[in-house]
């Protein structure tokens, strides 16, 4: 298995442009997940998927953030228009929601600089 | 809300000292506290699960304890391949993961 998918690697971008981040979660894989890691805050928990439907948005920091997840295989996250304070690595993860020892298992990130 | 305080934040170890990370958690019924492992420029990388207080899981060198308001990463006789950032996280009564702020373990030859 090729585990989770995210592109691009890095990407950087000036104030504000739309940037668009993309996720491949693994096949067969229920829930999936978006978190952002800074030095400062570590890593938080953006919003997450069940069987594509959006469950919990909460972590999204404000309008300007959003994310869709279209069918089992692709997700995006999107920042528009794009700030300094959005640089940051952003994670996806999925998992198998009915499993006991549900895990998360992360893509590499998306390294953001927005200048 | 689910709290995850690590300590401390950076170790510095001799090839084969062993030492031990902290994990202290505040949690509305815990259903797992998981440790994970994170290289420079990768994503984290999934090590133990624990669900119960006195649970103890084994891997290689790397030994993870649980109690009721902590957990323990005991690294015995590490090598400089054990360099990275162990970050420790809990589920409580929602889906996702909370996790801690890490400890960056460098072990040198």
């Known amino acids: 298995d090729a585990g989770v998918i995210q592109s691009p690697r890095h990407e950087v971008t000036e104030m504000g442009q739309e940037v668009t981040l993309r996720c491949k979660p693994i096949?067969?894989?229920?829930?999936l997940f978006w978190y952002r890691q800074t030095m400062m805050r570590g890593l938080e928990l953006l919003i997450y998927?069940?069987?594509?439907?959006?469950?919990?948005d909460s972590g999204m920091p404000e309008d300007r953030f959003s994310a869709k997840m279209p069918n089992a295989s692709f997700s995006t996250l999107k920042i528009q228009p794009s700030e300094p304070r959005d640089s940051a690595v952003y994670f996806c993860?999925?998992?198998?929601?009915?499993?006991?020892?549900?895990?998360?298992?992360f893509g590499s990130g998306t390294q953001l600089s927005v200048l | 809300e689910d709290q995850v305080t690590q300590s401390p934040e950076a170790l510095r170890l001799q090839e084969g000292e062993s030492s031990s990370l902290n994990c202290s958690y505040t949690?509305?019924?815990?259903?797992?506290l998981f440790w994970y492992r994170q290289d420079p420029g990768k994503g984290p990388e999934f090590l133990f699960t624990?669900?119960?207080a006195g649970e103890e899981k084994e891997k290689e060198r790397l030994k993870a304890t649980l109690t009721k308001k902590e957990s323990f990463l005991h690294i015995t006789a590490p090598k400089p391949e054990d360099s990275a950032t162990y970050l420790c996280?809990?589920?409580?009564?929602?889906?996702?993961?909370?996790f801690g702020s890490g400890t960056q373990l460098t072990v040198l030859p």
């Open positions: 096949s067969g894989h229920d829930y």
């Open positions: 993860a999925s998992s198998l929601g009915h499993l006991l020892n549900e895990k998360l298992f």
């Open positions: 998927f069940n069987n594509n439907v959006p469950i919990d």
């Open positions: 996280a809990v589920r409580g009564s929602a889906r996702q993961l909370t």
């Open positions: 624990l669900y119960s």
């Open positions: 949690v509305s019924g815990l259903r797992g």
